[in-house]
């Protein structure tokens, strides 16, 4: 009886350590999740801060380019109107992560269309302000390409131990969720139409 009583002992401390142990490693993983999270806002904001400097510069040189430049500033305004707890809590929310994915994406069309514009004026494609501005944002735009990449890393590993027996099992009494990827814009599987006149 008291080799039985050792015995179940025994198996309960494992369990209890397995258990604490797992809990710690879904920790451990959502706060690398959390940090990555960090690093994309990180980038996003540079961005978001670089534009106005952008915008204003190509102002001086394209002034009639309104509606281009409106619609920049416009689409700054909604991708930095998710900010402060509603960012941070983005990644347990799907529709909050993908409207932040949905507004960043209709930033980046927009500075796509600039960078059009922008090709009218040779006077402002010679400007070292502009220049300047132009390669800090494609410099930008990689590094949100990088840290993208590094939170979907995170975020595959942490919905993997949350999905995986029987790790799930104190994923779900614990309440760890699955986080959203990051996805290319539909845009990007069609090709662009290349004319030349």
Aim: aromatic share 10%.
């Amino acid at each position: 009886m008291k080799k039985l009583i050792i015995g179940l002992v025994v198996v309960a401390a494992i369990v209890v350590v397995w258990f604490i142990s797992a809990r710690n490693a879904l920790v451990t993983k959502e706060e690398d999740v959390k940090e990555k999270w960090s690093q994309v806002e990180n980038v996003y904001q540079r961005r978001a801060d670089l534009i106005p400097n952008l915008v204003n510069t190509v102002k001086g040189y394209a002034s009639h380019e309104r509606e281009t430049l409106e619609g920049v500033i416009q689409a700054r305004a909604q991708a930095t109107s998710i900010s402060g707890e509603a960012l941070k809590n983005a990644i347990n929310d799907p529709q909050a992560f993908q409207k932040f994915q949905e507004t960043q994406g209709a930033l980046s069309s927009a500075l796509s269309k600039l960078m059009v514009v922008v090709e009218r004026y040779p006077d402002l494609k010679a400007n070292q302000n502009f220049l300047e501005l132009q390669a800090q944002l494609e410099g930008t735009e990689n590094r949100i390409t990088v840290e993208r990449r590094r939170f979907n890393e995170a975020a595959r590993e942490y919905n993997v131990a949350v999905r995986r027996f029987p790790t799930a099992l104190v994923a779900s009494f614990f309440g760890f969720k699955e986080k959203s990827y990051f996805q290319a814009d539909p845009a990007a599987a069609k090709a662009p139409e290349v004319k030349f006149e």
